[in-house]
């Protein structure tokens, strides 16, 4: 008995500590997931102002970088009241409570899993929507994209060279071409030239030379790695806290409430 009263009072305490700490993360997951989201705002809204009759045939080109954050965010509020009701369930004993509260941090758990997984996709370019519609219009049309409109998420070698379109708007584009070459037209600059190898690559050795590609992975990594980091980051605290609630709604010391 004398066990089983110290092992009751350890998972007490140790439910509302885990609590604690499962709030501050709530607090990170909305954080996080809001400058996630500015950034995805930013790279979609700038991409639909360049490419609109392609972009509007696949609405999910700009939405796809914004999703995983938006679910960050839902679960960060999500999370918050549910560490409450963890609170308040080891504070008060009741076994309903408990139980709601168990079940509510497996449905979390499911959800981290997968906007972090969706983060993840985003993250390493693996994402149907990112390898079709979206490099597609990127592909054929990142000259007509004015990548220093995205300065603060992408490096500077990305709007290192200039181009000029028929109605003498300029765009900063990156002096490579968008996937693994360098540019070889008549019309190349001498800094375009410059970047290109023996083979006609890209001279990624070069600090001013990059592919528009890489300067979208770069976006990417900077948009969705961090929502991927943070969905998995509390899953082990929130498992021991399931752990701790099951042993507080079994436990049967003599001040315990069974009622709601």
């Known amino acids: 008995m004398a066990n089983l009263c110290c092992e009751y009072k350890t998972?007490?305490?140790g439910l509302l500590v885990l609590n604690?700490?499962?709030?501050?993360?709530?607090?990170?997951?909305i954080g996080v997931g809001a400058v996630s989201l500015t950034y995805a705002n930013s790279f979609g809204t700038s991409v639909n102002d360049y490419c609109k009759s392609q972009c509007v045939k696949d609405p999910e080109t700009a939405v796809v970088f914004a999703s995983p954050a938006i679910g960050l965010v839902v679960v960060g509020v999500f999370?918050?009241?549910?560490?409450?009701?963890?609170?308040?369930g080891a504070i008060r004993e009741r076994p309903m409570i408990l139980y709601l509260y168990i079940c509510l941090v497996l449905l979390m758990i499911i959800l981290q899993i997968?906007?972090?997984?969706?983060?993840?996709?985003?993250?390493?370019?693996?994402?149907?929507?990112?390898?079709?519609?979206?490099?597609?219009?990127?592909?054929?049309?990142?000259?007509e994209f004015d990548w220093k409109a995205l300065d603060v998420l992408i490096p500077p070698a990305c709007y290192e060279?200039?181009?000029?379109?028929?109605s003498n708007i300029t765009y900063n584009i990156p002096l490579c071409s968008f996937d693994?070459?360098?540019?070889?037209t008549s019309t190349a600059t001498a800094a375009q030239t410059s970047c290109c190898t023996g083979d006609y690559a890209c001279d990624t050795?070069?600090?001013?030379?990059?592919?528009?590609?890489?300067c979208v992975m770069n976006f990417l990594n900077k948009a969705g790695a961090p929502v991927a980091v943070v969905c998995f980051l509390p899953i082990v605290l929130e498992i021991a806290a399931i752990v701790f609630a099951c042993i507080i709604r079994t436990?049967?010391?003599?001040?315990?409430?069974?009622t709601v």
């Not at 604690?20 to 997951?29: A, Y």
């Not at 060279?161 to 028929?166: A, I, L, M, R």
């Not at 693994?180 to 070889?184: D, K, N």
């Not at 436990?251 to 069974?258: A, D, E, Q, V």
């Open 180 to 184: 693994t070459g360098c540019v070889r």
């Open 161 to 166: 060279g200039q181009t000029t379109d028929n």
């Open 205 to 214: 050795s070069k600090s001013t030379c990059i592919t528009g590609k890489e």
């Open 11 to 13: 998972s007490r305490r």
């Open 20 to 29: 604690m700490l499962i709030l501050l993360f709530s607090f990170i997951f």
């Open 114 to 143: 997968g906007f972090g997984a969706a983060a993840a996709a985003i993250s390493s370019g693996n994402s149907a929507q990112i390898q079709g519609p979206v490099l597609g219009v990127l592909r054929d049309h990142y000259t």
């Open 79 to 88: 999370t918050f009241f549910i560490s409450i009701l963890g609170c308040v």
């Open 251 to 258: 436990g049967r010391p003599t001040n315990f409430k069974s």
